[in-house]
């Protein structure tokens, strides 16, 4: 396989981009963020491409940021960089996504997955947005759209535990359009993805634009406090003693600065 960071063909109408850093859990560092940029200017630009579909390489899809990237300094890249985290949470795009998940997505890469227009994952895939524990907050989408799209409690619940929850409950919230059996997730999208590219693409072009009226004005008005608390935290020492925390594999000592 290709040492590229993220892979992308093309075929029958359809995009297929692959975080390529199974080794790393497919972790968002720097590389990936240009990749992913260059990946759905793609997209975008080939009248040929009808829908996309986003996966990760390996047993699952993505770990999130790239911690390592992010202790050594480079979170900013990572999460502020043009489109926001990867490269994508924040893209205006006119094209649907799907994420196709195994294995997990957590963190910026449940996010990525809250990012795309539809989603389907393995049986056995889980899910979290764990910042908390780490010092940091869900700023790449997670704490601005999860409410939108699920029950404010169980919002609630998923962003203040930090706790992992399967792919059965996705489903059954809303997050999920179809759990299918493990290794079948890229299978079930290419599917799905080929019933919306034989429609009219500017009827489809439309009806993405209508649907993202829903979020569109909450969005805007939220992402820049969104960015202000991530950078504000980022910043903050117990930021720093999470990211150390967990690559050194310990138990984080917090105090509150």
């Known amino acids: 396989m290709s040492n590229d ?21 497919n972790a968002i560092n720097p590389a990936v963020c240009d990749a992913m940029r260059d990946a759905f200017d793609k997209v975008e630009a080939d009248p040929d491409v009808r829908v996309a579909i ?76 764990p910042e908390p524990t780490i010092g940091l907050v869900a700023g790449a989408g997670g704490a601005i759209r999860l409410p939108h799209y699920i029950s404010r409690v169980r919002a609630n619940e998923i962003l203040l535990t930090g706790a992992a929850f399967g792919a059965s409950d996705a489903a059954d919230w809303g997050l999920l359009n179809k759990v299918v059996p493990d290794g079948g997730a890229l299978a079930a999208a290419q599917t799905l993805a ?6 009219a693409p500017l009827a489809v072009r439309a009806t993405m634009a209508l649907s993202a009226m829903v979020y569109a004005e909450d969005e805007a ?8 608390l991530i950078k504000e935290l980022g910043q903050s020492a117990d930021a720093r003693e999470g990211a150390r925390a967990f690559v050194e594999k310990r138990p984080p000592v917090w105090k509150g600065t």
């Open 54 to 129: 986003l996966t990760g390489a390996g047993k699952l899809f993505c770990a999130g940021m790239d911690l390592k990237a992010f202790a050594g300094g480079a979170g900013d890249e990572i999460l502020f960089g043009q489109y926001g985290f990867g490269g994508f949470v924040n893209r205006a795009r006119t094209k649907p996504v799907i994420a196709a998940v195994e294995g997990a997505a957590l963190a910026g890469g449940f996010e990525m997955m809250l990012t795309c227009d539809l989603a389907i994952a393995g049986q056995s895939a889980q899910f979290a947005l």
């Open 194 to 199: 080929a019933q919306i590219a034989r429609n």
């Open 5 to 25: 960071p993220v892979l992308y063909s093309v075929a029958d109408g359809i995009a297929t981009i692959t975080l390529n850093r199974p080794d790393q859990r």
């Open 221 to 228: 008005r939220n992402w820049p406090e969104n960015d202000r």
